[in-house]
């Protein structure tokens, strides 16, 4: 990335923040990075590098929430993801980075407003329900690596556990990114600089992830995530302003 000193400050910034909300909340980190790094970086590399990371941070969580997991809803998210993944990388690939960029802005924005003003789901729990909210999230994954907003609204518009949504959030992007990177691999956009972006950010991933784990270890995660909401909001926001200048 040819980024001046401020710009890779705030990278930096951004990068670290997203970490620890990742490590603290299990959701939030690509939402963060491509909202924030979005303004700095072209779209396509930025979703490539929260994809790489995202999997990078499930694997450094994944040893200690295994007995959480609530499987059944893992695999019919995965199937729903499988379908909509391939239609959101198309859109990536299709779509000029001013789209993409406004797309992520509104996504972002839209489900962190969801989120903070307690959204509730009434309605009836199956695999259908669930196989949807999967097709919602890959569509959103592989345009923005935003999966995570529709199945974090859902969750916890539902009454479980902040424990197992936790778990099985971390699980569900482990398997959803690698589906993610394989499909876009297909449509080479992964270079080597993005490879590069990954190796110099990994530093950053792991303290801040470290840093998040020990956070929730001994608080509630409750108030944690409404503050990375809220920061989602901010975000979004000012992608938006960007966005709506750009068009002007």
Same mark, same amino acid.
């Given at each position: 990335?040819? =980024? %001046? ?9 951004? !990068?670290?923040?997203? #970490? ?9 980190? %690509?939402?963060?990075?491509? +909202? ?10 930025? @979703?490539?590098?929260? *994809? ?7 694997? &450094?969580?994944?040893? #200690?929430?295994?007995?959480? $997991?609530?499987?059944? =809803? ?10 909509? +993944?391939?239609?959101?990388?198309? *859109? ?12 992520? /802005? ?50 916890? /518009? ?7 949504? &936790?778990?099985?959030?971390?699980? @569900?992007?482990?398997? +959803?990114?690698?589906?993610? !990177? =394989? ?10 600089? +993005? *490879? @590069?972006?990954?190796?110099? %950010? $990994?530093?950053? *991933? ?10 929730? /270890? ?14 989602? $909001?901010?975000? %979004?926001?000012?992608?938006? $302003? ?7």
């Amino acid at each position: 990335m040819d =980024l %001046s000193i401020a710009q890779l400050s705030y990278a930096v910034c951004v !990068l670290l923040l997203a #970490s620890i909300v990742r490590g603290l909340t299990g959701f939030g980190f %690509s939402a963060i990075i491509v +909202t924030g790094l979005s303004l700095v970086v072209a779209p396509a590399q930025t @979703v490539m590098l929260a *994809l790489f990371l995202e999997i990078i941070a499930s694997v &450094r969580m994944l040893p #200690s929430t295994w007995k959480n $997991i609530n499987y059944k =809803l893992l695999a019919a998210l995965c199937v729903g993801t499988a379908v909509g +993944t391939p239609v959101g990388v198309s *859109l990536l690939v299709l779509l000029s980075p001013d789209v993409i960029r406004l797309i992520i /802005s509104c996504t972002v924005l839209i489900f962190a407003v969801l989120i903070w003003r307690g959204f509730k789901y009434t309605g009836k729990r199956n695999v259908g329900v669930d196989c949807f909210v999967g097709l919602v999230s890959g569509v959103c994954n592989g345009a923005a690596a935003l999966g995570g907003l529709p199945i974090v609204t859902f969750l916890l /518009s539902t009454e479980a556990a902040v424990v197992a949504t &936790r778990a099985t959030l971390i699980a @569900v992007f482990f398997c +959803t990114d690698v589906y993610a !990177l =394989l499909v876009a691999g297909g449509h080479g956009i992964i270079t080597s600089q +993005t *490879l @590069v972006n990954v190796a110099c %950010s $990994i530093p950053l *991933l792991l303290i801040g992830v470290a840093v998040g784990q020990k956070l929730f /270890s001994v608080a509630s995660p409750a108030v944690f995530k409404k503050v990375a909401v809220f920061l989602l $909001i901010g975000l %979004s926001c000012v992608g938006l $302003i960007k966005s709506c200048i750009t068009f002007l």
